[in-house]
């Protein structure tokens, strides 16, 4: 198993470009997750989906867009990117029940100038 | 607010050490929770995952002990190595909103030869 991947690992945008972070997990998980993190803000959860088709917005949704045609790609669309959007962005997936732990992908460098 | 703290933010140790790390969340009634390593430039691992039900986890020298009526959790690691040196960050899914995780912003531990 590749477990949870994401391209690109890095990448520089300018202000009001648009761009889309692609995730993907072969491990059969319903639950797909994205974070941004931030030095001194820790891990902000952007947003989650349970399964295909079915999505949600977390603490960090403005500026974001996502959908999950598939059980295994959940891609992260910047509309229109801000400087405030410079950050390190993870996805993670797991398994709809207590038990399983979350496993997270190696994470996109995103620079906005 | 559900906020999970972990304290303190930087930890320096000699190789060799005992040491524990420190979380502590705002609510009790907790789903479950994880902690989790996350080395420079890369993304987080998981290390030791506690359900609700459980006092404790172990792995190697790896010990996650769980407290919810002080909303406590430790991770004692024991015989520390410079290959433990990693940020350390603990994760909480509160029963209220079980599908989400809210981190705490992590403990760098440095373990000197």
């Known amino acids: 198993n590749a477990g949870v991947t994401q391209t690109p690992k890095f990448q520089v945008l300018k202000t009001g470009q648009s761009m889309t972070l692609q995730c993907a997990q072969d491990?059969?998980?319903?639950?797909m997750s994205w974070y941004r993190q931030d030095p001194g803000m820790g891990l902000r959860l952007i947003h989650y989906?349970?399964?295909?088709?079915?999505?949600d917005q977390g603490e960090v949704p403005n500026g974001y867009n996502v959908s999950r045609s598939t059980t295994e790609d959940f891609p992260l669309r910047l509309l229109s990117a801000a400087p405030s959007q410079t950050s390190v962005y993870f996805c993670?997936?797991?398994?709809?029940?207590?038990?399983?732990?979350?496993?997270f992908g190696p994470g996109t460098r995103l620079t906005v100038l | 607010k559900q906020e999970v703290t972990q304290i303190p933010a930087a930890l320096s140790v000699p190789e060799g050490e005992n040491l524990v790390l420190n979380c502590s969340f705002t609510?009790?009634?907790?789903?479950?929770l994880q902690w989790f390593r996350q080395d420079p430039g890369k993304g987080l691992t998981s290390l030791l995952l506690?359900?609700?039900?459980?006092r404790e986890q172990t792995s190697g020298r790896l010990n996650a002990s769980l407290d919810k009526s002080s909303g406590r959790s430790t991770l004692y690691i024991a015989a520390s190595q410079p290959g433990d040196s990693a940020t350390y960050l603990c994760?909480?899914?509160?029963?209220?909103?079980?599908?989400?995780?809210?981190f705490g912003d992590g403990t760098t531990l440095t373990v000197k030869p």
């Open positions: 993670a997936s797991r398994r709809q029940d207590r038990t399983d732990t979350q496993y």
């Open positions: 491990m059969n998980h319903e639950y």
């Open positions: 989906s349970v399964g295909a088709g079915i999505t």
């Open positions: 609510d009790s009634a907790i789903y479950n």
């Open positions: 506690i359900q609700s039900s459980q």
């Open positions: 994760a909480v899914r509160f029963n209220t909103n079980a599908g989400k995780s809210t």
